[in-house]
Nanobody, 124 residues
């Protein structure tokens, strides 16, 4: 059974950093692209970043480009989202999702399997 589990959320001051993790179970990252998405209260879900099945191709939303970095471990079991220079507008529930077979992922693509999400709050 395919499963994605996010962790690493929390409360951080503006300008601070957090690293989110997306641990995958029941499949290998070599066959799936992974995307990070976020949804703030009252807003639509937004694609934040993604990494293709090869681990080379990445994509970022303009709102986070230069501040966030997506990566994955060599074991092919965890994808990370390093978030720096956080702003109050980054506050949201962050979820990861998997898309089978995609090399050139997009933050606007469709994804098949989803995690439950982790809360990120940026506030002083």
């Amino acid at each position: 059974q395919l499963q994605l589990v996010e962790s690493g959320g929390g409360l951080v001051q503006p300008g601070g950093s957090l690293r989110l993790s997306c641990a995958v179970y029941g499949f290998t990252l070599d066959n799936y692209a992974i995307g990070w998405f976020r949804q703030a209260p009252g807003k639509e879900r937004e694609g934040v970043s993604c990494i293709g099945r090869s681990g080379v191709w990445t994509d970022y939303a303009d709102s986070v480009r230069g501040r966030f970095t997506i990566s994955r471990d060599n074991a092919g079991t965890t994808v990370y989202l390093q978030m720096n220079s956080l702003k109050p507008e980054d506050t949201a529930v962050y979820s990861c999702a998997a898309d089978y077979g995609t090399f050139y992922c997009s933050t606007r693509g469709s994804y098949d399997y989803w995690g439950q999400g982790t809360q990120v709050a940026v506030s002083s």
